[in-house]
């Protein structure tokens, strides 16, 4: 099974990053997915998760409003698209296998992790 995160990078406060995910290795659409973020000194943190079909989603409170989750089955892509950036989202991106098909939002509910995309938010 692979993740490979990609779109992360530098921009500006107030600026938008769109982050791609693609999957392989596993039948993609039977499991949910999520993206987590883990800024320097600070725990992995849940930013956003998504269920098998793509009806259901969750965020955390601090992304609530500015990322939107997707997910493309038949590409075995999920995206985070990051709208209204701030400097305190500045961190590693990671995208993740739920174990099951639904919404994930601890760290232990994912058995597959991607590399991480590096975000910086300059003010």
């Known amino acids: 099974v692979q993740l490979q995160a990609s779109g992360g990078g530098l921009v500006q406060a107030g600026g938008s990053l769109r982050l791609s995910c693609a999957a392989s290795?596993?039948?993609?659409?039977?499991?949910?997915m999520g993206w987590f973020r883990q800024a320097p000194g600070k725990e992995r943190a849940l930013v956003a998760t998504i269920g098998w079909s793509g009806r259901t989603t969750a965020y955390g409170d601090s992304v609530k409003g500015r990322f939107s989750i997707s997910r493309d089955n038949a590409r075995n892509m999920v995206y985070l698209q990051m709208n209204s950036l701030e400097p305190e989202d500045t961190a590693v991106y990671y995208c993740?296998?739920?174990?099951?098909?639904?919404?994930?939002?601890?760290?232990?509910?994912?058995?597959?992790w991607g590399q991480g995309t590096l975000v910086t938010v300059s003010s």
């Open positions: 993740a296998f739920n174990k099951g098909p639904g919404l994930g939002y601890r760290t232990y509910e994912y058995d597959y």
């Open positions: 290795g596993r039948t993609f659409s039977s499991f949910g």
